[in-house]
């Protein structure tokens, strides 16, 4: 399904509407968290693939605490109050107390497919592409039409990620092994603090590869994180 424009002139050019009433149990128990005044028919992903998006953002970027949301926030905002078939919605995602699947609902969509990295590999966009926005409508909107993909890591032979990583932390069969990934990246004089070399050596739709500035932006963000999070565990150890 096409992005409406007033989104996808932003860089938010992945858009689907999902069956709310037929999405998975875990999705559908945020539903019950929420104090609705109507009853939810729909559920809209909104997302960025490839570098477009981090343009906008940059022109239109405002100095606030999480200002890539709070842009998202803005830019969707705007177009529901042009759109007058969509008068009731609820968000869930981001910036809210709720922990909704977004990758159950991708994969739903079509967007994620498995990869070894962990993240989502995209039919189109590769490893870049990230989901902004999750809404619930009462709205009757036309449906996304899905349909079974499978991930482009199954036809890679090669697998240049596995061999990218220093400390072997991907592979072909297993989840991502953290307890090797993270200790590594908060190490002094590491090449993965603002990058994950894995991701970088993907040859898969490369042409949509974020720019250097957005990768750095996104990975220190995720670093503070990591940082935050080891040095308030006392059992966690660098």
């Known amino acids: 399904m096409n992005p409406p424009p007033q989104l996808a002139q932003y860089g938010l050019n992945l858009f689907a509407v999902l069956d709310w009433t037929k999405l998975s149990p875990d999705c ?3 539903n019950q ?6 009853t939810p028919k ?4 909104v997302g960025n693939g490839g570098p477009t998006f981090w343009e906008a953002f940059s022109t239109h970027r405002q100095n606030e605490a999480h200002p890539v949301d709070q842009f998202c926030i803005r830019v969707i905002k705007d177009w529901l109050q042009k759109e007058p078939a969509i008068p009731n919605v609820a968000w869930l995602y981001p910036l809210t107390d709720l922990v909704f699947p977004l990758q159950q609902a991708g994969k739903t969509a079509g967007w994620h497919l498995p990869s070894p990295l962990g993240i989502g590999i995209h039919k189109q966009y590769g490893l ?3 989901y902004r926005a999750a809404l619930l409508t ?5 449906l996304t039409e899905s349909s079974l ?3 482009p890591c199954e036809d890679c032979i090669e ?6 990583c220093p400390v072997q932390a991907i592979t072909a069969t297993e989840p991502p092994h953290l307890e090797r990934c993270s200790p590594y990246r908060l190490q002094k004089q590491t090449h993965c603090q603002n990058q994950c070399l894995s991701r970088m050596s993907c040859p898969y739709a490369s042409e949509y590869r974020y720019t250097d500035e957005q990768i750095r932006y996104h990975y220190q963000h995720s670093y503070q994180m990591l940082l935050k999070w080891y ?3 006392p059992s966690n150890h660098l």
Not at 159 to 164: F, H
């Open 42 to 45: 729909r559920l809209i992903l």
């Open 138 to 142: 009462d709205a009757a909107l036309p």
């Open 28 to 30: 559908q128990k945020t």
């Open 231 to 233: 040095s308030s565990t």
């Open 128 to 130: 870049w592409f990230a």
């Open 159 to 164: 697998k240049p990620c596995i061999q990218a």
């Open 149 to 151: 993909l499978t991930s």
């Open 33 to 38: 968290e929420l104090d609705l005044h109507f």
